[in-house]
């Protein structure tokens, strides 16, 4: 079965960090281009960060820049995103995205369905 999954989110103070993981089965990760996306309650999608084939170029919004590390993990088939310093305003939930040929897309071949994260005092 193809799938994305999902995991480390969590309640955390701001200041904190968490490291999201996103693994694959059914296919090979490291062939397509990965994104970052959340979604916060009552507002639209937005991407967060993207990562290319061949542990290449990253992206990252002007948002979480210099505060969130996308990188990719081959031999557990798993991308990892480190978050850190996090703000109240990076509450939202996050969902990874997987597409073959397109880099930062809006549109993929696959998505997870998402790890809560929640950043408070």
């Known amino acids: 079965q193809v799938q994305l999954v999902e995991s480390g989110g969590a309640l955390v103070q701001p200041g904190g960090s968490l490291r999201l993981s996103c693994v694959a089965s059914?296919?090979?990760?490291?062939?397509?281009?990965i994104g970052w996306f959340r979604q916060a309650p009552g507002k639209e999608r937005e991407g967060v960060s993207c990562?290319?084939?061949?542990?290449?170029?990253?992206y990252y919004s002007d948002s979480v820049k210099g505060r969130f590390t996308v990188s990719r993990e081959d031999a557990k088939n798993t991308v990892v995103l480190q978050m850190d310093n996090l703000k109240p305003e990076d509450t939202a939930n996050y969902f990874c995205?997987?597409?073959?040929?397109?880099?930062?897309?809006?549109?993929?071949?696959?998505w997870g369905q998402g790890t809560a994260v929640t950043v408070s005092s």
């Open positions: 990562i290319g084939t061949n542990h290449g170029r990253t």
């Open positions: 995205a997987a597409n073959r040929y397109y880099y930062c897309a809006d549109e993929n071949d696959y």
């Open positions: 059914g296919f090979t990760l490291d062939y397509y281009f």
